[in-house]
Nanobody
Framework: VQLQASGGGLVQPGGSLRLSCARS????????IGWFRQAPGKAREGVSR????????YYADSVKGRFTISRDNTKNTLYLQMNSLKPEDTASYFC?????????WGQGTLVTVSS
């Protein structure tokens, strides 16, 4: 099982970015997958999750209405569309899943929101 995140970068406040997380090695589809983030000097926090099978979603209050999580099961890819970005969204973003009782993390992709 592997997770490969990409799509981070530098964006101005109010701008948008789309993160991707390519997943491989999953046999079953009855699991959730999502995004965490960690800002410098802060604890890692959950941002959003989605059920691969049903598409049901969860968002942290801090990103509701601005971020949209989605998945393309034909491409085995998870997305996070981030709009109306704020400086406080600056962090390394990690995709994550708990699959068959084991937790997997992708490598982080850095998002910097600054003018």
């Amino acid at each position: 099982v592997q997770l490969q995140a990409s799509g981070g970068g530098l964006v101005q406040p109010g701008g948008s970015l789309r993160l991707s997380c390519a997943r491989s090695g999953f046999v079953y589809d009855d699991y959730d997958i999502g995004w965490f983030r960690q800002a410098p000097g802060k604890a890692r926090e959950g941002v959003s999750r989605i059920s691969v099978r049903s598409g049901a979603t969860y968002y942290a209050d801090s990103v509701k209405g601005r971020f949209t999580i989605s998945r393309d099961n034909t491409k085995n890819t998870l997305y996070l569309q981030m709009n109306s970005l704020k400086p406080e969204d600056t962090a390394s973003y990690f995709c994550n899943t708990d699959y068959r009782g084991r937790v997997y993390w992708g490598q982080g992709t850095l998002v910097t929101v600054s003018s």
